[in-house]
C-alpha cells in the first residue's frame, strides 16, 4: 500500500475527543440521589419527631411514651382489651354501642382507632394548642392565655375521625343516628359525648372538662382540621429532597467547570528569531509539524521534515508544540531584525505612554496579538491611572485611548480598554482585519486554542479567515467600538505628561488629530502600501486600488493589476474567475520570481488559455482618466481601464516607529 | 527473539537497513511462530504485510502450482496494492518463524535506503497482478483470459485521485477509460442523473472506443485508485477482444439500469437513503448504526464507551439515513444514524498513514490500534474521512510516552461485547455489515463477493420492543385486586416481606444497569436474556413493578401515609407512576421523534439551532418579492411562532414531509388556485417554517422522554433509604 494521501485529501487538523453531553449528563446523580434521600429522611424526622422511625407509625402524643408491651402485652396480642388496664372502663352512653360492646365487637380502637389512626387535640401548659392526627401534628395557635377555667394543663382530649363512625353508619342514609354527630364540614365527630353526658353551660360540674371539649370542638371545626392531610405533607417532603437533590447537582457542575486560567500569560519572547531544527534521525514523517505551520514552511521529503521556507518562519512554536517525539525543537539563531525596545509591560522604552501589540513587537500569531493586545490595554489603563493619581481631583485626565491600527491586537485592545472603563478611538489605515483579510482564501486562521485563549476577546477558534472577520465585525458593532477606517497616521507628538496627539491623514485628504492619555501601536508589520511612481490624474485616484476587496464588484470590467506578487497574482485570479472580466497583469521584471506554486501556476495557466494577459517588462508611465500610458520593454502601450490594482510592495511599518522615536 | 528478527535482515530488501532502520523494523513488526502445517494466511483475506521467513520453509499454493519458500525470501507483495486481499494460501510446512512487516511500514522505513527502488519495482508489480486479479471476478476478465489480462493489465497507467477530484468532465472530447480498483466514482450526466462505478467496474471505455465525447462527469467519492485505458490501448483491446469490450458495455448499461431502478425505488423512502451514503456504506466493514425509531435518546451507549475506555469513543452525531435492512429474512426500511465511531474500513485510509505502524488489521479485518507504538502525531485523526479517530490524554504514562494517543472503536476486545451495544435500553444501537445486512447497497452496487468484519453480537431478532406484555396485565391486575381484599390486611408481614423482596428487586436495576460483569452474569444464568442490548432486563423491570405494585397495595392497602411508612408508601406511588409514564413515553415517543428530525442532534447543539433556522426562514425571504413576504407575514411566521404549534404537530403525529405538504396545501388555498408557480416557489419558505415549528416539537419529546429519568432515580434512593429505616424499625 503506498502511504502518503496528497495533502489535499488529509485535513489539517487532528480532532481531539470531547465529552458529549451524553457521557456528562449522569454524573453526580449518585451523590445526588444519595444526598437528596438523606434530606427526604431529615425532613420527615424534622416534621415529625423521632418517633417516626418507629414502624408501624406513630402513635398519639400522649401514647407515644408507651412501650408496645405496655398495650399488646407479651404476646403481641393486638391491644383491643388492654386499654382499660390504664383508662377505666368507660361504658358507652348509647344503648346500642353498649349493646355492640358487650357483644365484643366494638372495642376501644374500633372508635379510637392505634396506631395511625389515633387522634385528638394537644393543649400544653403555655397555651399552644395543636391537633393531631395519623402522625401529623399541626399547630392551631400558640395562644399565651390559659384557658379560663383549666388548671392542670397539659391535656389530652382525643378526636374521632369521620371515617371511623362510617365504617359502620352509612351517612348518605338521613335516617342514620351518626349524622346527629358528624357535621358536613369536619372531619372528626362533634359529640363528646359518647362516654359521658356533655354538660351544659349552666351546669357548673367537671367544668374543666367541658371548657377543654368545648375548646377541642372548636379546634375540630377549625380550619386547621381540614389541613391535615398525610399525602400532602409526604409531597412536601419529597419535595424538599428533590431541592437538596438539585442542589447538589447544580454545586457539582459548577465545581466541575474548570475555571480558566486568567488572560495575563506571558507574551512570546521578542527580540530573538528561532527556527526549527529537526533531528532528521528520529524525525518519524507524521506531517505535525506540516500541518500546524501557519505560514507554510515545513515540507515532508522522503519522510522526514525540513524547512522549506526558513524566511516565512514566524519562530512562535506551533510546530514544536505539535511534533510527537521532541524531534522538532526550536533554537535562537539571531537576533530579530528590527524590534522595538520594549518594557515587559509592553510600553515603548524610550517614549512612555506609547504602548506597542501584535506582529509590530516581533511576534508572528494572531492569538499572539490578541494576548498582547489586552496585556497593552491593562498596561495603559494603569497608565491613565497613574496619571490620575499623579494629577490628583484638580486637573482633568482625559480617559481616552488612542489605538492605531484595527488589526487583532488593536482590537482586542479597543474592547479590554472599553471593559475597563476607558474610550478607545481605533484609527485604521484601510479596513478592519486588513491584514488577516489578505490571507489567501479560505485560510484556516487561529487553530488550536492553548490554555486561557478562549477567554481573549475575539478569539474564535478554528475558522476561515471570512467567518473570523465577519465574526469581529458583528463583535465590534455590537460593542459600539470607534473605528475609523481609511484614517493613516502621519506623527504622534506629545508625552507621557501632558497627553498625546496623533496627526493624521484621510483617505479624502483632509488631516486631522485625535488626543488621548496614552498610545497603542498595532500597526502589524505589513506596513503601507507603495504608491506607483507615475502620476495620477485627479479624475483616476477614484480607479485605482490598493486592495481587491470584492471581486464580484468587478464583474464585467476591465481591470489592470500591477505587481507579481502573491497579492498581485491572487487578485489577478479572483478578478479572473468572474464573468465578463478582462484582466490584463503588468510586471516589471521579465518572468515569475517569487510567490508560492499554486498561485504561480494557476496564473500560468490562465495566460495560457488566454483568460489573463500578462505583460512583463511594463512600466506605468501615466495613470490618465480612461487609460494607461505603459511602456512595455521600450514599446508604448495604451490601456483602456476601469480599475486598477496597484501591489508593489509596501513600505514598512518600521517609518512610523522611527518617527515616534522607538528604536 | 533475537534470531527470529535477525534471520530477516538476510533478505535483499531489508539488508541495507542501518541502525535506526533496524530497530524500527522490530519496533513494527510482528513474530509469527508456527508450528508445521499452521495457516499463514487463506484466499479472500485482509493483505496488509509482507512477511519475511525467518527460519523454516513456508509453501504457497498458486494457482500455478505450489512453491516454497525458504529464509530470508519474502512473500505476500499484494499488501503493497491498495485494498487488496490474499489470492493465495500460505502455510508452514515445517515448524517456521515469520516476521510480518506492514506494508506502509516498511515503504517508510525503505524510503532512505538503496532497497527503496527494489520495493518500488515490487510494489508496481503487486499493483498490477492485484488489478488482474480483481478482473478476473468480472465478466470483462473472464471474457479476456488470463494470458490477455496480464498482457493487458501490463499496459495501464496508474492513478491516485484525492476525494472529489475530476475524473471527466461530459462533452470533453474522450481521451481514456479507466478502470475503478479501488473507490467509488460518481457518474453525472447532464441532465442530473447519477450512476455510480465501484471497485473492478470500467468507465469511459465506450466513448472513448467511438471516439466520441464523454457522456457524464466523472468525480470521485473518497480516495480512489483508478487505472486509466488510453485510447491507443482501448482501440487494440477492442481489434483483439471485441466480446471482452462487449462485455464492458453491456455490463456498465445493466449497471446505470439498476442503479435507476434502485434511485426510484427509494426515493420515497425519506430525504436521505442508500444512494447518499452509499461512499459510507461501500467502505464500511463494521458500521455502527443506532435504529431511531427504537433509540429513546438517553445517550447510554456513549456514557457507556466512556466509562469503559476512559474517553469517549461515540458521539451520537449524523444524519438520517432511511435503508432497508434485512431482518429474519424480512426487508424492512428503517430511519437510522450512524454516529461518529470507527466503522472498521475495507480499505483503512489511517493505517498508511501511521508512522510507526500502531494501526494494524487482524484477521476478520477489524482495524485495531496498538496505543503502546502510538505516539499521537495526529495523522490517522487528520486521515479518516469519517472523523472517527480522536486524541485524547494517555490513559497510563510511562516516561518518554507522548501525552496525546490516538482513540477510537476496537469492538471492545477487552469485554464480552460491545458496551455500547450492551448497555442499551432498547436495543437500537447495533452493528451492520452493509454488504449483508443493507439489501439496496448489493442492489445499487452490484454483488462483490468479500468477506468483511465478522461485527460482534449482531443477534438482530429479539429485540423486540421494551414493553410487548398486553397478555400478562390482567392476571396481575387481578393479583392487585385480591391483595387488596381485607384477607390480606391480616398478614401484614407477609405482604410487608412480599413487598419488600419485590422492592429490593426493582432497586437492584440499578446495579444491573451500571455493571456489566453483572449483565453477562445474568445472561449466562437465564436463557431469556440473550436479546440485544438491555432492553430484556428493562422489560422485567417493568413486570416487577407491576408486580411490586400488586405486593404493596396488599401491604397497605391504599392508606395514606404517616411517618417512614407513609412516606415509603408515598415514594413507592411516586416511583410507579413515573416508572409507567417513562415506560409509556419510551413505546411511543421515538417514533414520532424520528418522523421530525433531519438529523441527530445532541442537547448542547440546540441552542444555536433556533437562531440558524429563523436566519434560514428570513435569510430565504430577503430576495423575495411582495407577495412572498406577505405570504410570510399572514401565514408563515405566525405558524412557525405560535406556541401551541409544536403541541399540534406532536399530537398529529404527522412526519416533516407530510407536515410540509399540508403548509403548502395551506399556501395553495391561499393563492386559491392560481400562480401554482407561485407556490412552487415558496416551498424553502415553506421548509424554512416547518423546520422552526418541528424544533419546538422535537423540544418538547425530547424532554418529555428524558425529563422523568432523574425524578425516578431521586425516588429510587429515597424507597431504599427508607425501605431500610422501616425495616429496621419493623424489626425493633
Not at chain 1, 516581533?362 to 497608565?383: D, S
Not at chain 1, 508625552?495 to 479624502?508: I, L, M, P, S, W
Not at chain 2, 428530525?597 to 437562531?611: A, F, I, K, M, N
Request: aromatic share 4%; proline share 5%.
Amino acid at each position: 500500500m503506498t502511504p502518503a494521501t496528497s495533502s489535499s485529501s488529509r485535513r489539517r487538523r487532528a480532532e481531539h475527543a470531547r465529552a458529549s453531553s451524553d457521557v456528562r449528563r449522569r454524573r453526580g446523580w449518585l451523590l445526588a440521589a444519595t444526598l437528596g434521600s438523606a434530606g427526604v429522611l431529615a425532613a420527615l424526622l424534622f416534621r415529625d419527631g423521632a418517633r417516626t422511625l418507629a414502624s408501624p407509625g406513630p402513635v398519639g402524643p400522649p401514647h407515644a411514651v408507651v412501650a408496645c408491651a405496655g398495650c399488646h402485652g407479651d404476646s403481641g396480642a393486638p391491644a383491643r382489651t388492654t386499654c382499660t388496664t390504664c383508662h377505666a372502663g368507660h361504658p358507652s352512653t348509647r344503648p346500642a354501642h353498649r349493646a355492640l360492646a358487650a357483644q365484643g365487637t366494638l372495642t376501644c380502637t374500633v372508635c379510637h382507632g392505634g396506631h395511625q389512626a389515633e387522634s385528638g387535640v394537644l393543649f400544653e401548659s403555655n397555651g399552644a394548642v395543636s391537633i393531631y392526627r395519623g402522625g401529623v401534628q399541626h399547630a392551631v395557635v400558640a395562644a399565651a392565655r390559659a384557658l379560663p377555667g383549666v388548671q392542670g394543663l397539659p391535656a389530652y382530649v382525643p378526636l374521632i375521625a369521620r371515617d371511623r363512625c362510617e365504617r359502620c353508619h352509612d351517612t348518605r342514609d338521613e335516617g342514620d343516628g351518626a349524622l346527629a354527630c358528624l357535621s358536613d364540614t369536619a372531619p372528626f365527630a362533634l359529640c363528646f359525648d359518647e362516654h359521658r353526658r356533655v354538660a351544659t353551660a349552666t351546669v357548673s360540674a367537671p367544668a374543666r372538662r367541658d371548657a377543654l371539649v368545648e375548646r377541642a370542638r372548636a379546634v375540630a371545626q377549625g380550619p386547621a382540621a381540614r389541613n391535615l392531610s398525610g399525602a400532602a405533607a409526604n409531597a412536601l417532603v419529597v419535595l424538599f429532597g428533590i431541592g437538596v437533590a438539585g442542589l447538589v447537582v447544580v454545586v457539582d457542575r459548577r465545581r466541575r467547570r474548570v475555571a480558566p486560567p486568567s488572560v495575563r500569560a506571558t507574551p512570546p519572547p521578542l527580540g530573538v528569531r528561532r527556527l526549527p531544527v529537526i533531528d532528521a534521525a528520529r524525525c518519524l514523517g507524521c506531517h505535525a509539524c506540516v500541518d500546524a505551520c501557519p505560514y507554510d514552511a515545513l515540507v515532508v521529503r522522503r519522510y522526514v521534515a525540513v524547512l522549506a521556507r526558513p524566511d516565512e518562519c514566524c519562530g512562535a512554536g506551533p510546530c514544536q508544540t505539535a511534533c510527537p517525539n521532541g524531534s522538532l525543537e526550536l533554537l535562537t539563531s539571531g537576533a530579530a531584525a528590527e524590534a522595538p525596545r520594549l518594557s515587559s509591560e509592553l510600553e515603548a522604552v524610550n517614549r512612555p505612554g506609547i504602548f506597542l501589540a501584535g506582529d509590530v513587537t516581533g511576534g508572528a500569531l494572531v492569538r499572539h496579538a490578541l494576548r498582547q493586545g489586552v496585556l497593552a490595554a491593562h498596561a495603559a489603563a494603569a497608565h491613565v491611572e497613574r496619571r490620575r493619581r499623579e494629577h490628583g481631583p484638580a486637573g482633568a485626565v482625559d480617559d481616552q485611548l488612542v489605538i492605531i491600527g484595527a488589526g487583532p491586537a488593536g482590537l482586542a485592545a479597543a474592547l479590554t480598554a472599553q471593559e475597563l472603563g476607558l474610550r478607545a478611538v481605533v484609527l485604521e489605515q484601510s479596513r478592519l482585519a486588513a491584514s488577516i483579510v489578505s490571507f489567501s482564501r479560505g485560510k484556516r486562521v487561529l487553530d488550536a486554542a492553548g490554555d486561557a485563549d478562549e477567554r481573549l476577546p475575539l478569539f474564535v477558534g478554528d475558522v476561515t479567515k471570512e467567518e473570523l472577520v465577519a465574526r469581529w465585525q458583528r463583535t465590534i458593532r455590537v460593542a459600539r467600538l470607534e473605528v475609523r477606517e481609511g484614517v493613516r497616521v502621519l506623527d504622534i507628538t506629545g508625552d507621557a505628561r501632558a497627553g498625546f496627539r496623533v496627526r493624521a491623514e484621510c483617505a479624502t485628504g483632509t488631516g486631522s488629530s485625535v488626543s488621548g492619555t496614552a498610545v497603542i501601536l498595532a500597526v502589524g508589520t505589513r506596513g503601507t502600501p507603495r504608491e506607483l511612481d507615475a502620476p495620477v490624474a485627479p479624475e483616476a485616484s477614484a480607479k485605482v486600488h490598493y486592495e481587491l476587496s470584492d471581486a464580484r464588484a468587478f464583474a464585467g470590467r476591465r481591470a489592470v493589476v500591477v505587481g507579481l506578487g502573491d497579492v498581485a497574482m491572487e487578485t489577478a485570479l479572483a478578478l479572473a474567475a468572474q464573468p465578463g472580466t478582462d484582466v490584463t497583469v503588468l510586471h516589471r521584471g521579465s518572468g515569475f520570481r517569487r510567490g508560492k506554486q499554486r498561485n504561480i501556476d494557476a496564473l500560468a495557466a490562465l495566460v495560457a488559455r488566454g483568460r489573463v494577459r500578462l505583460v512583463f517588462e511594463a512600466r506605468v508611465e501615466r495613470v490618465g482618466r480612461a487609460t494607461l500610458e505603459v511602456s512595455a520593454a521600450g514599446k508604448p502601450l495604451a490601456l483602456a481601464f476601469d480599475a486598477l490594482f496597484v501591489h508593489v510592495g509596501r513600505i514598512a511599518a518600521g517609518d512610523l516607529l522611527a518617527q515616534t522615536g522607538m528604536r | 527473539m533475537a534470531d527470529g528478527v535477525d534471520g530477516a535482515f538476510r533478505s535483499p530488501l531489508l539488508a541495507g537497513l542501518d541502525a535506526r532502520g533496524r530497530a524500527d523494523v522490530r519496533a513494527m513488526a510482528r513474530v509469527r511462530r508456527l508450528a508445521a502445517g499452521a495457516v499463514v494466511f487463506g484466499p479472500g483475506d485482509p493483505a496488509d504485510a509482507l512477511c519475511f521467513v525467518t527460519s523454516g520453509a513456508i509453501l504457497l499454493e498458486t494457482p500455478r502450482g505450489a512453491r516454497e519458500l525458504g529464509a530470508p525470501e519474502h512473500f505476500g507483495g499484494e499488501a503493497l496494492a491498495t485494498g487488496a486481499r490474499r489470492t493465495t494460501r500460505a502455510f508452514a510446512r515445517v515448524p517456521s518463524t515469520l516476521l510480518e512487516v506492514p506494508a506502509a511500514a516498511l515503504e517508510r522505513i525503505l524510503a532512505r535506503t538503496a532497497a527503496a527502488a527494489s520495493l518500488a519495482r515490487e510494489s508496481a508489480a503487486a499493483r498490477r497482478q492485484a488489478l488482474a486479479a480483481l478482473l478476473l471476478e468480472t465478466p470483462f476478465g473472464l471474457a479476456l483470459g488470463e494470458a490477455a489480462l496480464e498482457r493487458f493489465v501490463a499496459l495501464l497507467r496508474e492513478e491516485r485521485s484525492p476525494p472529489g477530484a475530476r475524473l471527466f468532465v461530459a462533452s470533453e472530447p474522450a481521451l481514456a477509460g479507466y478502470i475503478v480498483a479501488s473507490g467509488l466514482v460518481e457518474l453525472v450526466t447532464t441532465s442530473g442523473d447519477k450512476t455510480y462505478a465501484a471497485r473492478g467496474d470500467v468507465i469511459g471505455l465506450e466513448a472513448t472506443l467511438a471516439r466520441d465525447a464523454y457522456g457524464s462527469t466523472a468525480v470521485t467519492l473518497g480516495e480512489a485508485v483508478l487505472w486509466a485505458i488510453s485510447s491507443q490501448v482501448a482501440r487494440e483491446l477492442a481489434d483483439a477482444h471485441p466480446a471482452a469490450v462487449a462485455r464492458v458495455e453491456g455490463a456498465s448499461r445493466a449497471r446505470q439500469a439498476q442503479q435507476q431502478r434502485v434511485a426510484r425505488a427509494v426515493h420515497g423512502h425519506g430525504t436521505r437513503h442508500v444512494l447518499h451514503e452509499l461512499e459510507r456504506l461501500d467502505s464500511a466493514g463494521s458500521l455502527l448504526a443506532i435504529e431511531l425509531d427504537r433509540c429513546v435518546r438517553c445517550g447510554e451507549c456513549a456514557r457507556a464507551c466512556a466509562d469503559t475506555h476512559g474517553t469517549p469513543r461515540l458521539e451520537r452525531r449524523g444524519d438520517k439515513v432511511v435503508l432497508a435492512l434485512t431482518t429474519d429474512g424480512a426487508v424492512t426500511p428503517r430511519a437510522l444514524l450512524f454516529p461518529q465511531a470507527c466503522q472498521h474500513c475495507k480499505v483503512p485510509a489511517c493505517l498508511p498513514e501511521c508512522p510507526t505502524g500502531a494501526i494494524s488489521r487482524d484477521a476478520s479485518g477489524a482495524v485495531e490500534l496498538d496505543q503502546d507504538l502510538c505516539t499521537g502525531c495526529g495523522a490517522c485523526a487528520k486521515a479518516c474521512p469519517w472523523d472517527a479517530i480522536r486524541l485524547a490524554p494517555r490513559p497510563s504514562n510511562p516516561p518518554g510516552a507522548s501525552a496525546l494517543v490516538a482513540t477510537k472503536c476496537d469492538l471492545c476486545r477487552g469485554s464480552a461485547a460491545p458496551a455500547c451495544i450492551d448497555v442499551c435500553p432498547s436495543g437500537a444501537i447495533l452493528r451492520l455489515d452493509p454488504e449483508r445486512d443493507v439489501v439496496e447497497l448489493g442492489a445499487a452496487l452490484g454483488r462483490r463477493p468479500r468477506s468483511a468484519v465478522a461485527p460482534r453480537w449482531q443477534a438482530f431478532g429479539g429485540g423486540s420492543r421494551v414493553i410487548a406484555f398486553a397478555a400478562v396485565v390482567p392476571p396481575i391486575a387481578a393479583l392487585a385486586a385480591s391483595g387488596a381484599s381485607a384477607r390480606a390486611a391480616q398478614h401484614p408481614v407477609v405482604t410487608g416481606v412480599a413487598a419488600g423482596v419485590a422492592c429490593l428487586v426493582l432497586l437492584a436495576h440499578a446495579g444491573i444497569r451500571r455493571s456489566a460483569r453483572t449483565r453477562a452474569w445474568l445472561r449466562r444464568r437465564v436463557s431469556g436474556l440473550q436479546a440485544r442490548g438491555a432492553a430484556p432486563f428493562v422489560r422485567w423491570h417493568v413486570i416487577s413493578g407491576v408486580l411490586a405494585a400488586a405486593a404493596v397495595v396488599a401491604h397497605t392497602r391504599f392508606a395514606a401515609g404517616q411517618g417512614v411508612a407513609g412516606a415509603l408508601t408515598f415514594t413507592f406511588w411516586g416511583l410507579a407512576l413515573s416508572g409507567g409514564l417513562g415506560a409509556a413515553v419510551y413505546r411511543v415517543l421515538p417514533a414520532r421523534l424520528t418522523r421530525l428530525e433531519r438529523r441527530g442532534t445532541l442537547p448542547e447543539e440546540r441552542g444555536g439551532e433556533r437562531e440558524a433556522l429563523e436566519q434560514r426562514l428570513y435569510g430565504s425571504l430577503t430576495a423575495q418579492d411582495t407577495a412572498a413576504k406577505e405570504l410570510a407575514r399572514l401565514v408563515l411566521l405566525p405558524y412557525a411562532r405560535a406556541w401551541c404549534g409544536p403541541l399540534a404537530l406532536v399530537a398529529s403525529g404527522r412526519s416533516l414531509r407530510e407536515e410540509q405538504a399540508a403548509l403548502t396545501a395551506r399556501v395553495a388555498l391561499l393563492f386559491e388556485g392560481r400562480k401554482s408557480e407561485r407556490v412552487a416557489a415558496s416551498a424553502e419558505l415553506v421548509h424554512a417554517a416547518v423546520a422552526l415549528r418541528a424544533l419546538g416539537a422535537r423540544r418538547c419529546l425530547e424532554t418529555a422522554l428524558a425529563a422523568w429519568l432523574p425524578l425516578h432515580v431521586l425516588l429510587a434512593a429515597a424507597l431504599g433509604l427508607l425501605l431500610a429505616v422501616h425495616v429496621v424499625g419493623a424489626l425493633r
